[in-house]
């Protein structure tokens, strides 16, 4: 039966294919392809680690203490009998033989099927029983994992396979995969680059939300805020996601597929027609250059700001170095390692290094995410999870220092609001040159800015001016903080707007003020990559955009079009308008 989901749009383009579900507790078990020659040997792997559970099991069966009370020997029974049931076991035979997925990606795909059934079951003590399964299939999996084997961390492409690959309905292991999850921590999203997904859905999330924004750098299909996809979708229905709309469409009758298939390749033209624009300047039709930006995230994303044109990097968040390591930070080699290699891919270029940004929807580990806190994105993150660990903090500014003397380096701070941070954050970056001279180690010079994210900064410009060289304005978080709309939660999503009068007018001030003073300014919040929004911030003034590299040319598209001096002129009107919006969406 066909059917949709609707969601939020964020990242654009059609994907179609098969839907892999993956359940959040599990995105870091390991997902690769395997060759038709392994087979046998994934099987038997899968066996043994089977027996190995049996044998376990059985052994605490029978050498339960006599006082343990009776249920507990009636449990491990359950559990043996789920074990040695061929519903488990043929269904995972069959992912590994026809599909050529890895055991562990097996296992887990089958527990998601044979969960839905246990779901579906009106007796309440079977249903009950799918906990006994999972714990199964996780006593499995640790077994796995304890047996010497080396298992990809990340999920590799298929040997061949690209995103633009037609779909080829004849050939079932050339059919290209969608990703399904309830949800998906930045940092996970992080180890779905390279992989073999041809887009995502998820249920939760906020159009901004970090994984949105992590979705959108790996320029594939997603939709996020899909509620409840995850529970509608089955493992291997076919699936359109309309990026642009916002829609999953699931078991798509042959007509619909066949549109979907149209528009992709309409998307795949217009993506073509774009790249011819690299090498272009951006400069507006009245002589205005813009310098168009790349947001990264990590190192390796330098050569990709490189291939769009990108005139540095606007931001580089840093934090996702820090980011699923179970709590084990980087030291300073491998944080100075890390922004050298990004400073010397810019090949001269400027690298802006945003200190780090943990907290909120960013935590450092999915293990200890912050829900504990009532208010994350109210509390202890970016600069002030930064002072309140100074020599954290220290470790970062000496490696950025120590980077600056391969290249242009700029450091920016994440969310500022008071005159005593900026104090404290300087006399720590000062301190932070001391003890590298003391140890006689090289360090180059930045330049220093701030980031316009909470309203309080915005209100207080000229107080940041008299401290930075530069201010960035991060318009996802300013919009939150000014709206009071929490940007990771898709149900006040359709109050989450960049442009309410009073967004506008925080960020126009903030360029106004920049360029009076004649301090740079760029904004690198969403808004900066939002081709529909170019030409309004043309029209404020902003002569800066950093965005993630996919959306450059787009962007550009709309430089090379615009006249800088009318929209001025029209850019006051709609400042002065109470509803922007039907100004600016004509
Ligand atoms: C922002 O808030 O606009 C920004 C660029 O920072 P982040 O999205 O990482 O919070
Ligand atoms: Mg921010």
């Known amino acids: 039966m066909t059917f949709s989901v609707h969601g939020l749009a964020v990242a654009r383009g059609i994907a179609i294919g098969r839907a892999v579900l993956v359940a959040s507790s599990r995105v870091d078990v390991a997902h690769y392809f395997i060759e038709a020659a392994q087979v046998e040997s994934e099987l038997q792997r899968l066996t043994r680690a089977r027996e190995a559970v049996i044998a376990e099991l059985q052994h605490l069966h029978d050498n339960l203490p006599k006082e343990s009370p009776p249920e507990l020997a009636a449990i491990l029974e359950v559990h043996l009998m789920l074990l040695q049931d061929t519903m488990l076991a043929d269904g995972v035979s069959y992912w590994v033989k ?12 089958q527990l998601d099927v044979v969960a839905r059934q246990f779901d579906e079951m009106d007796d309440p003590y079977l249903r009950e029983r799918k906990g006994d399964l999972e714990q199964v299939v996780e006593r499995t999996l640790r077994h796995m994992k304890g047996v010497a084997h080396v298992i990809p961390q990340v999920i590799h492409k298929r040997q061949g396979q690209s995103r633009q690959q037609d779909l080829q309905l004849d050939d079932e292991m050339d059919v290209p995969l969608v990703l399904v999850a309830h949800d998906l921590s930045p940092a996970d999203m992080l180890q779905f680059k390279q992989s073999v997904f041809a887009g995502f859905v998820t249920d939760v999330g906020g159009k901004t939300s970090h994984t ?39 078991n798509p009758s042959p007509i619909i597929l066949a549109e979907y298939g ?21 400069i507006t039709l009245d ?26 990097v606007g931001l580089f968040r840093s934090e996702f170095l820090f980011m699923g ?5 980087p030291d300073e080699e491998e944080q100075y390692q890390a922004y050298k290699r990004a400073v010397e891919g810019m090949q001269g270029l400027p690298v802006t290094i945003r200190t780090v940004d943990i907290g909120a929807d960013k935590p450092l580990d999915r293990a200890v995410k912050d829900d504990a806190h009532l208010n994350p994105a109210l509390g202890l993150r970016a600069i002030r999870w930064s002072l309140a660990d100074p020599a954290m903090f220290l470790t970062q500014l000496r490696a950025i220092l120590r980077a600056a003397a391969h290249g242009q ?18 006399a720590l970056l000062d301190k932070a040159r ?13 330049k220093v800015g701030a980031m316009i994210e909470v309203p309080a900064a915005a209100l207080s410009v000229k107080m940041f001016l008299q401290y930075f060289d530069f201010l960035s304005i991060g318009t996802n978080d300013l919009i939150q903080y000014t709206l009071a709309i929490d940007r990771a939660d898709e149900s006040v999503a359709h109050l989450y707007d960049p442009l309410h009068p009073a967004v506008l007018r925080l960020v126009a001030d903030v360029i106004a003020e920049c360029r009076a003073q004649g301090k740079g300014v ?42 800088a001096a009318r929209l001025e002129v029209w850019a006051q009107d709609v400042l002065a308008s109470d509803e922007p919006a039907e100004l600016v969406n004509v």
């Open 409 to 426: 380096v700029h450091l920016l701070i994440p969310m500022l609001a008071h005159a005593r941070e900026i104090k404290q954050t300087l």
């Open 287 to 312: 002589g205005q250059r813009v310098d168009l930006l790349a947001n990264i995230e990590m190192p390796e994303d330098s050569p990709i700001a490189l291939g769009v044109g990108a005139v540095g």
């Open 434 to 446: 001391k003890q590298l001279d003391v140890r006689g180690m090289v360090f180059g010079p930045l």
């Open 98 to 109: 026809d599909r050529l997925y890895n055991a562990e990606w097996a296992l887990t795909s």
């Open 212 to 250: 949105a924004i992590v979705a959108r750098s790996l320029d594939i299909p997603a939709v996020v805020g899909a509620r409840t996809a995850s529970q509608l979708v089955r493992q291997d229905d076919w699936i359109i996601i309309d990026g642009d709309a916002g829609v999953v469409i699931v």
């Open 325 to 329: 390591r179970e709590g084990a930070l």
């Open 522 to 563: 760029s904004v690198c919040g969403e808004m900066a990559g939002d081709p529909a929004l170019t030409r309004l911030l043309l029209g404020l003034g902003l002569r800066s955009f950093s965005m993630h590299p996919t959306q450059i040319l787009a962007v550009k598209q709309e430089i090379i079009r615009a006249d």
């Open 262 to 282: 149209f528009k992709q390749r309409q998307a795949e033209l217009e993506r073509e027609r774009l790249s011819r624009l690299r090498h272009t300047p951006a």
